[in-house]
């Protein structure tokens, strides 16, 4: 099993930034892939980035430039640096972990973009 604990969300102007932090706890040694999604109200969760342990990023295409995922190896944890936050940005943020066979989700932070 694979506990995933995220934290960082809260309210922010547009324009501002946040950063998001995962921390994995338990049989971390099967993670391949760790990242982050998020879902709006009334829509699809969609990617926003994902970093493998060789530390090859991927980004959705709607957050690219403004955010940045990075990963502290020793820790088992993953950060998501946001910049430039837009209201169109506001969503439950999620974690993800994945390995061969499988994947876990945490539990979900709310950002929420508004002046």
């Known amino acids: 099993q694979v506990q995933l604990v995220e934290s960082g969300g809260g309210l922010v102007q547009p324009g501002g930034s946040l950063r998001l932090s995962c921390a994995a706890s338990?049989?971390?040694?099967?993670?391949?892939?760790m990242g982050w999604y998020r879902q709006a109200p009334g829509k699809q969760r969609e990617l926003v980035a994902t970093?493998?342990?060789?530390?090859?990023?991927n980004y959705g295409d709607s957050v690219l430039g403004r955010f940045t995922i990075s990963r502290d190896n020793a820790k088992n944890t993953i950060y998501l640096q946001m910049n430039s936050l837009k209201p169109e940005d506001t969503a439950v943020y999620y974690c993800?972990?994945?390995?061969?066979?499988?994947?876990?989700w945490g539990q979900g932070t709310q950002v929420t973009v508004s002046s």
């Open positions: 993800n972990a994945r390995f061969p066979g499988g994947g876990y």
């Open positions: 338990g049989s971390t040694f099967k993670i391949s892939i």
């Open positions: 970093i493998i342990s060789g530390g090859i990023t």
